[in-house]
């Protein structure tokens, strides 16, 4: 294996299952911008609920997130300055529950990585769409429930870009660029921490 131009990081892959613990992988590029950001602000939203989040990237692993980003993360009480990207086994990840990708492009590479995998791929603005018209059955458990009632969405959703699916992405970009991006992500993932584990409060 050739060293590459950053350190060595583990791949992402399927965890380890946990009974009553709903899995689920953020996806981007590079694991530098949008999914550790996704991660960071799905984990706070969803407080000691039933869920355990994940994020890698596409491509190698190994950086850190841009100065910008890590400046920003201060602004909203985050903190990325021990950030490392890590990459997405490739080979296995489909047993997450469910895996959101921030753009159409990253959800296609993953259906071509694991076909099977693809009734639990969405990008993320897809899935806040979603679980709002298909709520979760309380007793259900979300991977096997995605495989039963989400195999037939239109191969036509992953098809191209579309900013009503994608995440802008702000590397290289000024603060205020990431400030829309965490925006973006806090409103969907709102949803998404709702419909896969109402909080207590909700009932």
Not at 10 to 25: D, F, K, N, R, W
Not at 107 to 136: C, H, M, S, Y
Not at 181 to 190: D, S, W, Y
Request: hydrophobic fraction near 40%.
């Amino acid at each position: 294996m050739t060293a590459g131009p950053y350190p060595y990081s583990y791949p992402i892959s399927s965890p380890h299952p946990e009974p009553g613990v709903t899995q689920i992988l953020f996806v981007c590029r590079a694991n530098q911008c949008r999914s550790p950001y996704a991660e960071a602000i799905a984990r706070r939203l969803a407080g000691d609920r039933p869920l355990r989040f994940a994020s890698g990237g596409l491509l190698s692993g190994g950086r850190p997130m841009p100065e910008a980003g890590r400046r920003v993360a201060g602004e909203v009480g985050l903190d990325f300055s021990k950030h490392v990207s890590r990459e997405v086994d490739l080979h296995d990840f489909g047993q997450f529950d469910v895996i959101l990708t921030m753009a159409r492009e990253q959800a296609r590479e993953l259906v071509a990585a694991d076909p099977d995998a693809r009734p639990r791929i969405f990008t993320l603005k897809q899935f806040a769409r979603w679980i709002g018209a298909n709520p979760r059955p309380d007793d259900s458990a979300v991977g096997p429930w995605l495989d039963a009632v989400a195999a037939d969405r239109p191969a036509a959703d992953l098809l191209g870009d579309d900013g009503a699916d994608d995440v802008a992405d702000p590397l290289r970009l000024p603060p205020d660029a990431w400030r829309r991006m965490i925006r973006e992500l806090a409103a969907n993932l709102k949803i998404v921490v709702d419909g896969l584990a109402p909080s207590r409060d909700d009932g």
